[in-house]
Every structure is written in C-alpha cells, then in structure tokens.
C-alpha cells in the first residue's frame, strides 16, 4: 500500500508540474520586456544631456543571465512516475502482489537459515556422538586385551599348577614305593629273625 500511495503522489506532482511552469515564464517575459523599455528610454536622453560633450563609449550593458533550464531528470522521473501509475491502475493487485513476493522470499531465507543452524548442530550432533563412539571402541580394544593378558596369565597360572600337582604326585608315588620297600625289607628283617630262632632253638 505504502509503494502505491508513492507512485499516486509522484505522478501527481508530475502533473502538476507542467501547469506551474506557465506562469513564471509570463513574468519572465513581462520582466525583461520591462527591463528593455527603461533602457531604450535611458538611450534617447542620454543625447540630450550630451550635446556639447564628445561622444564616449557607452558602457556595457548588463545582460540578464536566462534561467537554467530544468534538469532532464524532471521529465524521465515524471514520465517514470507516470508509467508507475499506470502500471497500478492496469494491475491493482501488482503491488500487493510484489509485497506477497518479498514476504515469501524473506520467509523462504528464514527458513533456508534455519535449515543450515539445524543442518550445523546436527553435524555437530553427529561428530560428538562418532567421537564418543571411538573412545568407546577404544575403551573396548583395550579391556579386550587387558582381558586377553589376564586369560593368559591364567593359563599360565593353570599349568603352573598341573606341573606342581604333577611333580607332587610323583614325589607322593615315591614315598610309598620308599614306604613299600621299607616294610618289605622290615618282613623280611622278621622273617630272618624267626629262621635263626628256630635254628637257633634246634
């Protein structure tokens, strides 16, 4: 509505341009025709003052600078003006329509805005969750191989183990065998004993 009120008033001074031209030109004329006459009376008494004097040179009349002409961007501007009202006179709606465009792209570049801040923390999002997710790999190579180390610290602890159960094992099956031996060196010990006796007592 602003954008249509502006193009009536334009179009409206430049109508009523040409119209308040007229009359300063008529005063122009008036004025420098006025000028003219005092002048020609100026010269035809000047003979008569003169008479017994010689001649001089008369000085300079002063020329009446003319008005500058109008700028040539008074016309352009008008006839844009008018070209303008025209235009919202043929399409009322235009203006209207321009204002419905602007809104629309301005709510389009909020919105292209918002997108990339959403776009922006998603990736930021995302980064902060792939590094989480590496420390987590991270943390989980490295109890798998503190796992490994202590299964195989235990494996070799399991046959740490068998060997010294193994080699007790032994040492135990010796010490019957000795203990074996021992008590059959001990019976025949007896036996012996008993044989002397009976020889002994026959």
Do not use: Y
């Not at 300063?24 to 006459?37: G, K, L, P, S």
């Not at 801040?117 to 990736?123: G, K, L």
């Not at 094992?169 to 010990?189: E, F």
Request: charged share 20%; glycine share 4%.
């Amino acid at each position: 509505m602003t954008r249509l009120l502006f193009a009536a008033g334009v179009a409206a001074l430049a109508i009523a341009a040409p119209a308040t031209a007229g009359p300063r030109d008529q005063n122009d004329n008036t004025e420098n025709q006025a000028q003219a006459a005092r002048q020609g009376g100026r010269g035809q008494r000047a003979p008569a003052v003169q008479q017994g004097q010689p001649k001089a040179n008369p000085a300079p009349r002063m020329q009446r600078q003319e008005p500058a002409a109008p700028p040539i961007e008074r016309p352009q501007r008008a006839a844009g003006a008018q070209m303008r009202a025209n235009e919202v006179r043929q399409n009322p709606a235009a203006p209207q329509q321009q204002v419905r465009a602007e809104r629309e792209q301005a709510q389009s570049r909020a919105a292209q805005q918002q997108q990339l801040q959403v776009n922006r923390q998603q990736q930021v999002q995302t980064r902060i969750e792939q590094q989480q997710q590496v420390r987590a790999n991270r943390e989980q190579a490295q109890s798998r191989a503190a796992q490994q180390q202590q299964l195989q610290a235990n494996r070799q602890q399991q046959v740490q183990t068998r060997i010294e159960q193994q080699r007790q094992v032994r040492a135990s099956r010796q010490q019957a065998q000795s203990r074996a031996a021992q008590q059959q060196q001990l019976q025949a010990n007896r036996q012996q004993q008993v044989q002397t006796r009976i020889e002994q007592q026959q």
